[in-house]
């Protein structure tokens, strides 16, 4: 008896072992109703260091599905440009809401998505704009994950100017940041 008792434990232990794995194995990415909040950054400077530019951008967003997150995010950049008989630097920024949709459930984690938002400042004409985006989110841990996204923007100033600038007005913007959702 004391062997069936034994063996009817070990049993059941070996069998919750799964599920006992499976409950401490950490699960990547949101749910929905989960918030986000990523923080980027751009730069660029030519070869002497005279001319540069960096941009932060912050996103927040909230996950209507476990795939789909929509939100609103700021950027904001500066410009020091110097050449020949020019010195001169520019602040500018955007304001966009955005939708995105992601693939997979792993830790890597592609999107694609579209913006529509403004840009403003001393280096630009003031004037909206629309976007298509795409990138990725690796998490690290199951919450905080690295970004890559790539933005094209058509800018505009009327709904008529809207289909030419998609081919003539265009401009592509590149971003990498550290993001959590909770």
């Not at 932060?56 to 997150?69: A, E, H, P, R």
């Not at 440009?81 to 809401?97: C, L, Y």
């Not at 830790?107 to 400042?121: D, E, K, M, N």
């Not at 630009?124 to 690290?140: M, P, R």
Request: proline content about 2%.
């Amino acid at each position: 008896m004391k062997r069936l008792n034994t063996a009817a434990i070990t049993f059941c232990l070996l069998g919750a072992l799964p599920l006992a794995v499976s409950a401490q194995s950490p699960e990547f990415g949101p749910q929905e109703g989960d918030r986000e909040f990523s923080l980027s950054g751009t730069g660029t400077n030519d070869r002497d260091f005279n001319s540069g530019s960096f941009g932060v951008t912050g996103d927040l967003g909230w996950y209507l599905s476990d795939k789909m997150v929509a939100g609103v995010r700021q950027s904001v950049n500066f410009a020091d440009i110097e050449g020949e008989g020019v010195s001169d630097d520019f602040w500018n920024g955007s304001t966009r809401g955005y939708l995105n949709h992601h693939f997979l459930d792993d830790r890597a984690r592609p999107f694609v998505g579209a913006s529509l938002g403004g840009i403003y400042g001393d280096g630009v004409k003031d004037s909206a704009f629309a976007g298509l985006e795409t990138g990725i989110k690796y998490y690290v841990r199951s919450r905080t994950f690295i970004l890559a996204r790539a933005e094209y923007q058509f800018l505009f100033s009327d709904s008529d100017e809207a289909t030419d600038a998609f081919q003539d007005d265009g401009i592509w913007a590149y971003t990498v940041g550290l993001g959590y959702h909770f």
